[in-house]
């Protein structure tokens, strides 16, 4: 069974650095075709991919939110780690960390719960 | 810049009607389609990837068409546990998504 939980802190500062984990469990990140996923969703409003991570460390960033984002993988830690520099309070949201699965065509097939952030001073 | 459209932004139905939502892409994309299911407080799930291609797990009254430009995701028969936001996403774009509220 395929697991995926985000943690980080409640509450950031704007301009800050905030540093998002994702620990999964069920599947290897060095599995072929396999890759995880950040997505955030502001409160009431749409989902917004922020970026992706592949099995052979290949990545990719949203265009709309790619400036300061980096996304690294530790694979004996079964971790993903998300960074985002400089924040504002238009970050405020929930953030999900996702699994891709081969041959899904950039669909994610589990999910975690969500983690929320608040970007406040 | 790449763009998703979707729509109706909002949808009002009964239990038993057969929903269509439509996602309109800014340019081809073949068949690189992904359609979720999100209900309030929750995560999003996986509906339908590939265009047409159903998760396991996901009801039959579920389906998803199209490709390039234009795709829609019907619903044959809307069931109360139906009631939901749905999106679609392409690569690393989602759709503003549809609220189908009941009617």
């Known amino acids: 069974q395929i697991t995926l939980k985000e943690s980080g802190p409640t509450l950031v500062k704007p301009t800050q650095t905030l540093t998002l984990t994702c620990t999964f469990s069920?599947?290897?990140?060095?599995?072929?075709?396999?890759?995880v996923g950040w997505i955030r969703q502001p409160p009431g409003k749409a989902l917004e991919w922020l970026a992706l991570?592949?099995?052979?460390?290949?990545?990719r960033y949203s265009p709309s939110r790619g400036a300061g984002l980096t996304i690294t993988k530790d694979t004996s830690k079964n971790q993903v780690v998300l960074t985002m520099t400089n924040v504002d309070p238009v970050d405020t949201a929930t953030y999900y960390c996702?699994?891709?699965?081969?041959?899904?065509?950039?669909?994610?097939?589990?999910w975690g719960q969500g983690t929320t952030v608040i970007v406040s001073s | 810049d790449f763009q998703m459209t979707q729509s109706p932004s909002t949808l009002s139905a009964s239990v038993g009607d057969r929903v269509t939502i439509t996602c309109r892409a800014s340019q081809g994309i073949s068949d690189w389609l992904a359609w979720y299911q999100q209900k309030p407080g929750k995560a999003p799930k996986l509906l339908i990837y590939k265009a047409s291609t159903l998760e396991s797990g996901v009801p039959s009254r579920f389906s998803g068409s199209g490709s390039e430009t234009e795709f829609t995701l019907t619903i044959s028969s809307l069931q109360p546990d139906d009631f939901a936001t749905y999106y679609c996403?392409?690569?690393?774009?989602f759709g503003q998504g549809t609220k189908v509220e009941i009617k």
């Open positions: 996403q392409q690569y690393l774009t």
């Open positions: 069920g599947f290897s990140l060095s599995t072929s075709g396999v890759a």
């Open positions: 991570i592949f099995w052979d460390d290949d990545k």
């Open positions: 996702a699994h891709m699965k081969p041959s899904s065509w950039y669909g994610m097939d589990v």
